[in-house]
């Protein structure tokens, strides 16, 4: 509404009337120019000026010889574009040869520029002669708009009709004035300058025009030649003058089809604008932007092709103001939709911001929530063991600094601070009568004690994938871009490093050699039948629980020598594969799953002592 009334108040100012009759010029350019058959055009052209042996103006006897040509060719009305106001100069008998010809020929129409108060001339002596012969003096003026276009006719000027409304009256036709608004009536143009057919004053003059070529026209006798300076421009003119006398010819050509065209009215315009502003607004409400705003050109370009067929049908409907109207509206409603869409985006960030802060506050909470659930677990299995004091406090600390001493980050060390906390929990499954024992344990009590470790690893087993993930998730945190950095977690390069020591460990176990030489190459055993892996792993454990037994029955002072002997037993293993592959028999799978545990346990496993 806001669009409509803007446009509107513009429209009113008078600023867009230009704009409109250049869009009402369009309107005729694109309409098919039709050749009037009621109108024709005697023109005073320059090859008259120059064949004819008069200078300009011509005698009058020149033109009652032109009249006389043209009775006798059947016209129906002649009309003079040419001003008769002022007698010839001694040369009376002209002025009468005039007078007579016009009478003999029923009349006609003569153009007047002045008339005193009462709307008397003065042309051929007065409005009392041509009442005499039957003719009429009528105003040649044309209205001209704001960009010096002429549009429109006048239904008088000086209190003298308009050339056209006297002849149209003079011929019996009715003048609507409902045409004439107070800027005039619209001139149905035929065409371009040359569509209303012109024939040279000089060949009416000398009888060269043939008679069908006039009879039944209302001719009108006037200037076209530049010479004489009575020149226009029109409508269809697009860049070429059109001559005042086919300007009148257009003008009474209008005045006998009644004057076709007709404004809409400005209650068109107000109602198209609002229609037009209205759809306009509900597009942008309705579609993206760019949709809406192509959907407003989409519009605009129907309501021009709509002007364009009222055109073609007499009316002529306002272009400019409805436009206006449609363009204030999408760009006032692009412009509300985006000051919206920005302030509820604001509030949406800050609801996002305030709402990211309370889960991350949420999470915080769990997370320690979670450690501290945690770590009383782990203070609940220390409490059955009085003596150990502040073991898991200790543990977490020492795993924390050992991480860090490693080149672990420190996320990744405060993590294995966290998770050390749990490294006893398999205590719970040890019989108080072992854990509380006050004293040495016997062979049995401590082989006990040491399954807590596989008691826990029992109860871990069971979220063992899901916190595998998780711990991989968390642990690798993003290498810094420098390699020196002692904070930087593994790269890529370290755990590539990693697959290849497995891929290695795996061979060893798995590939056996033929007989000869040992340059032959390795080949790969076949795939393990199912059920093997979990034979070798069977086999292991029992043999480190051996192990484990043995290395209870030691004393503290032959430790270090059983740690020596089982270093030197390990740097021996691929010797004595390699001795087997040329020509021993390979031991089994379970048997090297059996002495490669065996070797790693008496390297890693510290000296045994009573708990």
């Not at 407003?296 to 309501?303: G, W």
């Not at 919206?340 to 509030?347: G, H, M, S, W």
């Not at 150990?388 to 672990?408: F, I, K, N, P, Q």
């Not at 290395?551 to 293993?573: E, G, H, I, K």
Request: charged content about 20%; some cysteine.
């Amino acid at each position: 509404m806001l669009a409509c009334v803007a446009a509107v108040a513009i429209g009113a100012t008078g600023v867009t009337d230009r704009v409109e009759g250049d869009a009402i010029d369009r309107s005729f350019t694109h309409r098919a120019p039709s050749v009037p058959d009621d109108v024709a055009v005697i023109a005073i052209d320059t090859r008259s000026l120059d064949v004819l042996p008069w200078r300009w103006p011509f005698p009058r006897t020149a033109h009652a010889r032109l009249v006389d040509r043209l009775h006798a060719a059947g016209v129906r009305q002649i009309v003079f574009d040419v001003e008769f106001a002022q007698p010839t100069p001694g040369r009376q008998s002209d002025d009468l040869a005039l007078w007579s010809a016009l009478g003999h020929a029923g009349g006609g129409v003569l153009a007047a520029t002045e008339t005193d108060a009462q709307g008397h001339t003065q042309v051929l002596g007065g409005d009392e002669n041509l009442r005499t012969i039957h003719a009429q003096a009528a105003a040649a003026a044309i209205d001209v708009d704001r960009g010096g276009v002429a549009r429109r006719l006048p239904l008088q000027d000086g209190g003298l009709p308009t050339m056209a409304v006297t002849v149209a009256r003079r011929l019996g036709v009715r003048v609507p004035r409902s045409a004439f608004t107070s800027q005039g009536a619209w001139i149905d143009f035929a065409g371009p300058p040359g569509t209303v057919p012109t024939y040279s004053y000089a060949d009416v003059y000398r009888g060269r025009v043939p008679r069908s070529a006039l009879a039944g026209r209302v001719v009108v006798v006037g200037a076209t030649s530049p010479l004489l300076h009575d020149l226009h421009s029109a409508p269809t003119s697009d860049g070429v003058l059109m001559s005042g006398a086919e300007l009148q010819a257009n003008a009474v050509h209008t005045a006998l089809a009644g004057f076709p065209l007709r404004s809409a009215g400005s209650w068109l315009a107000v109602l198209t604008a609002m229609l037009l502003a209205a759809g306009a607004a509900l597009l942008v409400l309705t579609l993206r932007p760019l949709r809406a705003a192509a959907g407003a050109l989409v519009i605009a370009v129907t309501y021009v092709v709509a002007t364009q067929a009222l055109f073609a049908q007499g009316w002529i409907a306002p272009v400019v103001v409805p436009l206006i109207a449609l363009g204030l509206s999408v760009w006032w409603s692009l412009t509300a939709v985006l000051v919206i869409e920005r302030a509820e985006r604001r509030r949406v960030t800050a609801a996002n911001a305030a709402l990211e802060h309370a889960v991350r506050e949420r999470t915080a909470e769990l997370h320690r929530a979670h450690l501290e659930i945690v770590r009383r677990l782990a203070y609940a299995v220390e409490s059955r063991d009085g003596e150990t004091g502040a073991h898991v406090d200790r543990m977490s600390a020492l795993c924390e600094l050992l991480a860090l001493a490693a080149g672990m980050g420190p996320q990744y060390a405060e993590l294995l601070r966290h998770a050390s906390v749990l490294h006893d929990i398999g205590k719970l499954s040890v019989p108080d009568a072992i854990l509380l024992k006050r004293g040495q344990l016997d062979d049995d009590e401590r082989e006990q004690m040491r399954t807590h470790a596989l008691a826990g690893a029992a109860i871990r087993r069971a979220r063992r994938a899901h916190a595998s993930r998780a711990l991989g998730r968390q642990r690798l945190p993003r290498r810094p871009a420098r390699r020196g950095d002692p904070d930087r977690g593994p790269d890529r390069g370290d755990l590539r490093r990693l697959r290849r020591a497995r891929v290695r460990a795996a061979l060893q176990a798995r590939l056996v050699g033929r007989r000869g030489d040992h340059r032959s190459g390795l080949r790969a055993r076949p795939p393990l039948r199912p059920g093997t892996r979990r034979r070798v792993r069977r086999d292991g454990l029992r043999a480190a629980r051996v192990v484990c037994a043995q290395r209870a029955a030691v004393p503290a002072r032959d430790c270090r020598q059983r740690r020596l002997a089982s270093r030197r037993n390990s740097s021996a293993q691929p010797t004595a594969m390699i001795s087997a592959r040329n020509g021993s028999p390979h031991p089994s799978t379970p048997a090297i799953a059996r002495t490669a545990v065996t070797t790693v346990i008496a390297a890693a496993a510290p000296p045994t002592t009573t708990s």
